[in-house]
């Protein structure tokens, strides 16, 4: 199984946090079979999270996307989505502090927003998102 994950910028702009995210990957067993670093445009950021649009966080959302490089990396293994999820653990940083004190984003997401990470969340997410960033290059 395949999975599509994001290191958001302020994390690729941390060095220790890139290290520690990497070596948790490989801790993990999930094999990294693509990885690219992008700059996304304003128009990509919006298009990518535009199941957001009327949600209070997307502006700001947009905005950490687009303030410099992410790192996108397309991750496989037995249930690679779950397994990436549990590597990042919930969303809302503050519930992961209390929750999940190991993963990622309790380690070194800011806000809920600036979460350190994104990760497909379905089989289907994973097609359109694997699509939109690597288009047929790894088919």
Known sequence: ???LAIVKP???KNPIAYQTIQQML???GLKVVARKRINLSRDEAEKFY???????FFRRLVSLMTSGPS????LSGNDAIQQWRNLMGPT???KSVYSHPACI???FGLTDTRNATHGSDSEQSVMIERQ???GDATQ
Not at 50 to 56: I, M, Q, V, W, Y
Not at 71 to 74: G, T
């Open 10 to 12: 302020h994390c690729l």
């Open 50 to 56: 535009e199941e957001h649009r009327n949600k209070f």
């Open 132 to 134: 939109f960033f690597f």
């Open 1 to 3: 199984m395949i999975t």
């Open 92 to 94: 809302k940083v503050l």
């Open 105 to 107: 984003r309790s380690r």
């Open 26 to 28: 490989i801790e993990s």
């Open 71 to 74: 790192e996108v990396v397309l």
